[in-house]
């Protein structure tokens, strides 16, 4: 597989967004928190059960660097967000269909003008949504086969959904002026 596989399905980006901002209404972005600046970034869409704080919960990492262990699975997340938009929800639905895949942690991402997230790797595919971007918001490719040190690619917000394989080193930079906004839906293992 490429690195970055646009997908014929498609949703209503204008809809998609209107979604977001509904959600946005009822829940604004969490404030930062100024150690790990992730909870500021992300709202959740799923969630496990009993979780203290739907909107934070399938933030950040499942790693637990101190205790050196997993502290969740993603197909633990399988709540959805009772403010999530109906559109959103029926989308997401079909996509696991044509994908024949279950999905687990589905969060909005943003990322704000002029920052990034440092070279890593996830333990499983990610699909993307565009909601809003820049032609500077940047996703890179930093697989030690290449010639280069990275290749990097823009994503569009053009209504497809694009499968990233996050399996491979990578990273994000946002070198524009205004937020990217992406739906970030990882693949349950």
Known sequence: MNFIQQLEYTANLDQMKADLDTLLAKTPWP????????????????????A?????????SLYDKEKKLFIAKESDFTEINPNIGQYTKNILATLAEQEHTKFGRI??????????????ADL??????????????????????????????????D??????????????????????????ICEAN
Not at 31 to 50: E, F, H, K
Not at 107 to 120: A, D, E, F, N, V
Request: with cysteine.
């Open 107 to 120: 969060r909005y991402m943003r990322l704000l003008p002029k920052t990034g997230l440092s070279i890593h």
């Open 52 to 60: 203290k704080n739907i909107i934070l919960d399938a933030s950040g």
């Open 159 to 184: 209504g497809h959904f694009y499968k990233v394989d996050t399996t491979r080193e990578h990273f994000v930079f946002n070198g524009g002026w205004e937020p990217r906004i992406h739906l970030v």
């Open 31 to 50: 404030s930062m928190d100024l150690v790990s600046q992730a909870p500021g970034n992300q709202i959740g869409v799923t969630y496990r059960i009993g």
């Open 124 to 157: 499983e595919m990610r699909y993307h949504f565009v909601l809003e971007t820049n032609r500077y918001a940047l996703f890179g490719d930093a697989s030690p086969d290449l010639d280069m040190a990275a290749k990097c690619y823009h994503m569009p917000a």
